[in-house]
């Protein structure tokens, strides 16, 4: 964890859900590319596996990081509002390309696009961030 990614609280308890969080960042941009360069015959069962990926990643941020955000962050409110916001663009895109034939020529540009919404916001803001995250209280701001 770097100083980036400091505890959520002093138990350190939640420095597993933050490990466990940043190993999903990884591999769901693993997946992305797994899809992209999947054959045809492959790419659906790669996409289904994205899609259930970021559905247990953003179900651990949603019960976990965004409470602690609001919680923590002195403009808590407002981040994890912006992050709803861009998650909920995000999963437009995604059911969006899960209504899709993967062999349909504008499915790969969808999943670029999708990969570009789910990922870009979160790069802009820290080298850490990634898909939903919201972004970590700073160690000053704990009780
Ligand atoms: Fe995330």
Known sequence: MTDAMPHLDDAGENDDVVALLKQQH????????EVENATADDRAEAFRRLV???AVHET??????????????????QVVDGRLEEERAAKEKLSRLDD????????????RNCARTCFSTRLR??????????RRPERSSLP
């Open 26 to 33: 990884n591999h769901i941009r693993d997946l992305f590319a």
């Open 52 to 54: 259930r990926l970021l």
């Open 60 to 77: 651990a941020e949603e019960e976990v990081v965004h409470p602690a955000a609001r919680r923590l962050l002195q403009d808590g409110e």
């Open 100 to 111: 899709m034939n993967p062999d349909d020529p504008g499915f790969m540009p969808a999943l």
């Open 125 to 134: 803001r820290n080298s850490t961030s990634s898909p939903g995250c919201a």
